[in-house]
């Protein structure tokens, strides 16, 4: 797995305010949707294109467009929808998935409750958004369904990862030929007792939509 942690000071300084615990809602959705678009541009790098012709006031000339089949973009819910406007915003024409998945607060261990994908991925650049790579439970399942649907490269946007998530990630893919890349805002220190990012933002969820 590709991992590229994002190192620009306007990231840091987003990053710091939604770390704060005393950051309420509405801001924390602001800045978790700047936070995607700055980071959904590093994470399109590789987006594919085609060379098209145009025409400009000037003089024929001849650019680059995003090709067809339009990538997909997989928000996890519930946090991950907190991030999907920030990235439709940079890719507007991206069709759009749903995961649904939580994670068993004793085992750790993500299960699916809703899924709204397309049935055949083959050939399509996926982006899936979960704000926070902890564990890893949820990104190695969120990432099977994909690639069992043919999806061809997989890039994840997480705001934080912890190392241990990271890892768990790495050897789950290590075999397979699917291109996977992680593209991060902060690489925290490590995974709590009770599997929370430290130094982290607490649950993003909750953070986002409030404790339901
Ligand atoms: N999920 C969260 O929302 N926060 C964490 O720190 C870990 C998982």
Redesign the pocket.
């Known amino acids: 797995m590709k991992v590229h942690v994002a190192n620009h000071p306007l990231i840091s300084h987003k990053l710091t305010v939604l770390r704060d615990e005393t950051t309420d809602s509405p801001t924390f959705r602001r800045l978790v949707e700047e936070l995607v678009t700055l980071l959904a541009y590093e994470a399109t790098r590789d987006v594919r294109t085609k060379t098209v012709s145009i025409k400009t006031p000037v003089t024929q000339t001849q650019g680059l467009k995003m090709a067809e089949p339009r990538p997909v973009v997989v928000p996890i819910l519930r946090?991950g929808l907190g991030m999907l406007e920030g990235m439709v915003r940079l890719i507007p024409t991206a069709e759009v998935g749903f995961l649904g998945m939580v994670?068993d607060e004793k085992t750790l261990m993500a299960s699916t409750y809703a899924n709204r994908l397309p049935e055949d991925l083959s050939g399509r650049q996926c982006f899936v958004l979960d704000?926070?790579l902890?564990t890893g439970g949820t990104l190695v399942a969120a990432f099977n369904f994909l690639i069992e649907r043919g999806a061809t490269d997989i890039t994840a946007i997480c705001i934080l990862a912890a190392p241990e998530g990271i890892a768990f990630v790495e050897d789950a893919f290590k075999d397979s030929n699917v291109p996977i890349t992680l593209v991060t805002g902060a690489l925290d220190e490590k995974l709590n007792e009770h599997?929370?990012?430290v130094p982290?933002?607490?649950?993003?969820?909750?953070r986002l939509y409030g404790v339901v």
């Open positions: 946090a994670r704000p926070m902890a599997g929370y990012i982290g933002l607490g649950d993003a969820g909750d």
